[in-house]
């Protein structure tokens, strides 16, 4: 019995307004299942047997303003809004689906039905709001059950319920990545053999459970089902061409699917920012398409950090994802992800320092989390050696920072100064003054000082054949 945790006055409202009208009204679904689980939600789905735009009339009246009720005519839902609360009511209902549309047709039905026709058994638990049997758990699929055996279970026959709208595929294995629970081997194989209908399903609404899952704490777990239950290759085929591992003169490579998962868990413990974890999913994107075999020294990738960069605005415009400077963040971050290991292995001069702060800008501390995450080897000591690598690094960025300032750093001379000082309109000239001192300065052949920096415009601009325009000096 859960009487105890139906406090909240709408519940009391409900109970009370059902007594009077002779209908019968249920907190049902993911509400129910987060309560079990002891996740506290204020999501509450509310199923009536009857009008629910009805009751949640009658229930706005009686609670009075400030509560603000919305109500959805077509959809025949009413949504009640109250001190961080959101309450929905509707009508119980049975659905039947056509072949090739997810959009099922709605009638009216009992709450059985309503019931029948959810995605799993763990969400298809019901908590009676009425008078005679307040706060009794209705559990007609085994919720209960599947919730301790921490298991994803439709309640019924799976291949119906996968075809009939395959975006519980999605659903199944995002419930499993959130709550690391299994899905059940029947409805696992019933995925695989669904998998080809997301196709009916739009790539946004399909991308808001894949996102769901890359926010989850198992999201590692969420990629590898999507793709061994086929899946990913019907929506990102990009990343499913990851996997697999090629064998020449008894010389394999590692498999990229598998080691970018491995990064993308690392990045879990560390991060719950989704365009990281994104960053993280495409780093080595590019890898499938510069994959060589060279007899001397085996498989190479040059080059897969560009190829990969150029690869992520096409990425996110196929899976609509925006395209705006998160799409940049990403971008960069691919771009720059062999950086801080290059660094690393080598002596680390002032001047490399001064380039990697120059392009990541503001993103260099999150760059370094996902190179931080990108170190897989299996050998122990090998892990730890990067590891200390990486905290010179880091050390040599705070003290070059510090004094150098470089991060959304400009150059302390414009293309205005240069063309007014010699009387240029824009040209090339200016382009190649203009790097020639950034080069400088981010070189250390000259401080980064204003003073220095026209100096040394002048002489650029003389190995140019170009004179000051007041000729001063
Ligand atoms: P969360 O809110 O954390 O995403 P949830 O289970 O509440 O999880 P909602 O999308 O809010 O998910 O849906 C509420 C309820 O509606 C679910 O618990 C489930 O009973 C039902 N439901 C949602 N989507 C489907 C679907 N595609 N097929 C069948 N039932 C569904
Ligand atoms: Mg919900």
């Known amino acids: 019995m859960f009487e105890n945790n139906l406090k909240h006055p709408v519940f009391q409202l409900i109970a009370k307004a059902t007594d009077e009208t002779g209908q019968s009204a249920f907190v049902v679904g993911g509400w129910v299942r987060d309560l079990i689980l002891g996740r506290a ?26 509560h603000k009720l919305v109500v959805y005519k077509n959809f025949g839902t009413a949504m009640l809004k109250a001190s ?20 099922p047709i709605v009638e009216d039905g009992s709450f059985e ?40 279970r439709t309640p019924l026959e799976a291949d119906i319920t996968y075809s009939d709208d395959p975006l519980r595929m999605m659903r199944a294995i995002r419930f499993a990545a959130q709550l690391n629970f299994t899905i059940d081997c029947e409805s696992f194989e019933a995925i695989k053999r669904n998998a080809s209908r997301i196709r009916i399903v739009s790539i946004e609404r399909v991308m808001d459970e894949f996102n769901k899952i890359m926010l989850s704490p198992h999201a590692g777990k969420g990629l590898k089902m999507l793709r061994s239950a086929g899946l990913l290759r019907e929506f990102f085929p990009e990343l499913d061409a990851m996997q697999g591992v090629d064998v020449v003169d008894g010389k394999a490579h590692k498999d990229n699917f598998f080691h970018t998962i491995q990064v993308l868990e690392n990045l879990c413990k560390n991060s719950d920012n989704l365009w990281l974890r994104w960053a993280a999913l495409l780093h080595d994107i590019g890898k499938p398409r510069t ?25 996110f415009k196929q899976l609509r994802l925006p ?6 963040y990403v971008q960069k971050l691919v771009l720059l992800h062999l950086r801080p290991i290059v660094l690393s292995e080598t002596v680390v001069t002032d001047s490399a320092v001064r380039r990697l702060l120059f392009e990541a800008g503001d993103d260099i501390d999150d760059l370094m989390t996902l190179c931080e995450a990108d170190i897989t080897s299996a050998r122990q000591e090998k892990v730890k050696q990067y590891l200390r690598n990486f905290r010179l690094v880091r050390e040599k960025l705070a003290e070059i920072e510090e004094k150098d300032k470089l991060r959304n750093w400009q150059p302390p001379v414009s293309g205005e100064d240069i063309m007014e000082t010699f009387d240029l309109n824009p040209c090339r000239e200016v382009g ?42």
Not at 88 to 95: L, P
Not at 115 to 142: E, H, Q
Not at 323 to 328: A, N, Q, R, T, Y
Not at 434 to 463: C, V
């Open 41 to 66: 939600s204020k999501d509450i789905d509310i199923v009536v047997e009857g009008s629910g735009i009805e009751l949640a009339g009658k229930i706005a009246l009686e609670l009075g303003q400030p």
């Open 323 to 328: 395209l705006d400077d998160k799409m940049k």
């Open 291 to 315: 994959k060589q075999f060279d007899s001397k020294i085996g498989w190479t990738f040059h080059g897969h950090e560009f190829v990969g960069s150029k690869m992520v605005p096409r990425i």
């Open 84 to 103: 961080g609360w959101e309450i929905e009511f509707v009508g119980a209902r049975k659905e039947s689906y056509r072949n090739e549309s997810r959009k």
């Open 432 to 473: 190649v003054i203009k790097t020639a001192i950034r080069e400088a300065i981010l070189d250390g052949i000259i401080p980064n000082s204003r003073e220095e920096a026209l100096q040394f415009m002048i002489e650029e601009g003389k190995k140019l054949g170009l004179q000051p325009k007041n000729n001063a000096n």
């Open 113 to 152: 039905e309503d019931i029948s026709r959810r995605d799993f058994t763990i969400n298809a638990m019901a908590i009676s709001l009425n008078n005679k049997n307040f706060g009794k758990l209705i559990d007609l699929y085994g919720g209960m059950a599947d919730l301790e055996k921490k298991v994803i």
